[in-house]
């Protein structure tokens, strides 16, 4: 069992005092921190996205049921990576075995971005809640600040090809999802790839009930964000961080001629002091600065892998040298939307 000085800092809504999280007891199998409503999320999660044109059938269901074998209770999912129904069924299984209860899970599902307008937000929600069969999630999220054309398509075009926006109106949308936490289908709030205007945007919203407990973005050694990870901080919301250990060089998505961060000769060689991969020191780095990690993989030997991150800490020379690495590199570009007027990535952070 490690000591790790993990910097996390909750604002409490009766209260302007900000509580400093240090010295805490991260496990194999306790590594949960608080959220600001008093829920509590693993601090390493399985993304589960995987391109359904490339990926087996099945390959979700058998590689959640290992991962929750090999320790993981955190699960990344939504509804647009259309294997929403395995991940589902691989809870189910290991709850029917024994190996976990409900409790023990903690699923994230997202808004997508056809669902913006209110009334559409609940069913949207109901259609994950039935393809999982399950009777809440843990945390949904608005998976962007943007929103596409309502309808059957998910990715709605116009006779050009060009991608068809929808004006949305983040407050509405949220009253929605506040509604839908209060009727228990949602345990708690959150975000994704909000910048700090569109988190003042419902942060300050009149009447308020629910503020989001969490913003998923891109977070790694090549892109640590610090200036949003502590305005986040200040607000009691947890970053939740996707590519935490790089991400593939699809094309279609990521910006290729970025640099392959577990190549990095400072990651390198602090792996080798502990006898780790570049990958485990860059998922321990961000834990240990309180931040949440999902990093995505179907690999069986990668899952196991990546959860081997609990057994050594990093010095605070270290975190230096790896926060030092920061070049503001996105991975994640999110061109489809980069000639959008809301498009986050435009403002600094």
Not at 191 to 220: A, T
Not at 325 to 344: A, Q
Request: aromatic fraction near 10%; charge should be neutral; proline fraction near 6%.
């Amino acid at each position: 069992m490690f000591m790790t000085k993990v910097h996390i800092i909750s604002k409490t809504e009766s209260s302007s005092v900000i509580r400093i999280f240090t010295d805490m007891n991260l496990t194999a199998k306790s590594h949960s921190i608080p959220l600001s409503d008093g829920n509590r999320i693993p601090l390493l999660g399985l993304g589960t996205y995987g391109d359904p044109r490339k990926t087996p059938k099945g390959t979700a269901l058998e590689c959640v049921k290992l991962a929750i074998d090999v320790g993981y209770r955190h699960f990344d999912g939504a509804l647009v990576y259309f294997n929403e129904h395995e991940v589902g069924q691989a809870i189910r299984e290991k709850i029917a075995d024994g190996t976990v209860r409900r409790e023990d899970i903690f699923y994230c599902g997202k808004l997508w971005n056809t669902f913006h307008p209110p009334e559409l937000v609940r069913p949207a929600l109901e259609r994950t809640l039935k393809t999982l069969r399950l009777d809440y999630v843990d945390l949904y999220i608005v998976e962007l600040p943007m929103a596409f054309k309502p309808g059957n398509e998910f990715y709605p075009k116009d006779e050009n090809g060009k991608y068809i926006y929808h004006h949305t109106d983040l407050c509405a949308t949220w009253e929605a999802l506040e509604a839908c936490k209060d009727a228990g289908l949602i345990k708690s709030l959150g975000v994704s790839n909000f910048n700090r205007r569109q988190l003042e945007l419902l942060l300050n919203k009149p009447g308020l009930k629910h503020k989001p407990v969490s913003n998923q973005v891109e977070c790694h050694p090549y892109f640590t964000q610090p200036k949003l990870l502590e305005y986040c901080r200040q607000n009691g919301i947890v970053i939740v961080g996707y590519c935490p250990i790089g991400s593939s060089r699809d094309a279609s998505w990521v910006n290729v001629k970025s640099p392959p961060l577990l190549e990095d000769k400072v990651l390198v060689s602090i792996g080798k002091k502990y006898n780790k991969s570049s990958a485990q020191v860059a998922l321990r780095f961000n834990v240990q600065r309180g931040v949440v990690v999902i990093p995505k993989s179907f690999s069986p030997e990668r899952i196991k892998h990546n959860f081997q991150i609990f057994d050594f800490s990093l010095t605070e020379e270290e975190m230096k040298a790896i926060e030092a690495l920061n070049k503001n590199i996105r991975f994640v570009e999110l061109l489809m939307w980069s000639d959008h007027p809301e498009y986050p990535f435009h403002d600094e952070y």
